[in-house]
């Protein structure tokens, strides 16, 4: 079965599926959220990991699936937020071409931004 669902209304179809009790406040919002999402990705770490380290062959079907779970966490954060998946990838690109002014990786220009960050500690 194919699915083209678009984003927004990924975020509405996740909020359908949290359970009462991930929804009851705030703080549980939004501990469901941060810790579903390093669970998840912790996941994916490990999947990598046993490929790399272990010499299993890389089960890219279980990878696609923990990925989608670490987006069902971040659909979940963003309605948390009150913001729309669109908008953070809109401000991550936002941020990125401010970062990398010639639109490629630049070590000067990340070490820039680093160095800034650790005087503003």
């Not at 406040?25 to 380290?53: F, P």
């Not at 990925?67 to 908008?87: H, K, P, R, S």
């Not at 990398?100 to 500690?121: H, I, L, R, V």
Request: aromatic share 8%; charged share 30%.
């Amino acid at each position: 079965m194919e699915n083209n669902m678009n984003l927004l209304d990924y975020q509405n179809y996740v909020e359908k599926l949290a359970s009462q009790q991930s929804t009851s406040t705030e703080k549980d919002r939004l501990l469901l959220s941060v810790l579903g999402l390093n669970g998840e990705a912790g996941e994916c770490a490990d999947l990598v990991k046993k490929h790399i380290y272990h010499g299993k062959p890389l089960d890219k079907n279980s990878l696609i699936l923990e990925a989608g779970d670490v987006m069902w966490y971040m659909a979940f954060l963003c309605n948390t937020l009150g913001v729309t998946i669109q908008e953070v990838v809109d401000k991550n690109v936002e941020k990125l071409q401010d970062r990398y002014k010639t639109g490629k990786f630049n070590y000067d220009e990340f070490m820039k931004k680093e160095n800034a960050k650790s005087t503003d500690s």
